[in-house]
């Protein structure tokens, strides 16, 4: 099967404040690159599935899956709850691609979404 994304992905599979306590409805935006343009992300790796902008994390600080376009350069900040900045990440993606996680069929059955 081929792929058309990249998976996001970055160290903190979660949001936790500096407590420990998981930033329930932490928001994660996702912009063109130096740029406040909103950029589409999705939820599968077909990138046939919108996610909302911002992806909320659940209850547990958790994000839900998050591909991007791998042609393109993204600038991605992480809020709290009540809209507080956390950190911004500029560029993700093209013109930074540590971030990103290409799947493939490899990856099929073993455990990897």
Same mark, same amino acid.
């Given at each position: 099967? #081929?792929?058309?994304? #990249?998976?996001f ?5 979660f949001s ?8 329930? =409805? ?10 406040t343009?909103a950029?589409a ?5 077909g990138?046939?599935?919108?996610n %909302?902008?911002?992806?909320v994390?659940?209850v547990?600080g958790?994000? =839900?899956?998050?591909?991007l376009?791998? %042609?393109?350069?993204?600038a991605?900040?992480l ?7 956390i ?5 993700v993606?093209?013109?930074g691609s540590?971030?990103?996680y ?5 990856d ?5 979404d």
């Amino acid at each position: 099967m #081929a792929y058309s994304g #990249a998976r996001f992905v970055w160290p903190n599979s979660f949001s936790v404040d500096a407590t420990g306590v998981p930033r329930a =409805g932490a928001q994660l935006f996702f912009y063109q690159s130096g740029t406040t343009t909103a950029q589409a992300t999705y939820a599968d790796a077909g990138l046939t599935v919108a996610n %909302a902008n911002p992806v909320v994390a659940d209850v547990c600080g958790q994000f =839900g899956n998050i591909f991007l376009s791998g %042609a393109t350069a993204y600038a991605v900040v992480l809020c709290d709850g009540t809209g507080e900045q956390i950190w911004t990440m500029d560029p993700v993606g093209a013109a930074g691609s540590c971030l990103l996680y290409t799947s493939d069929a490899a990856d099929e059955g073993l455990g990897v979404d």
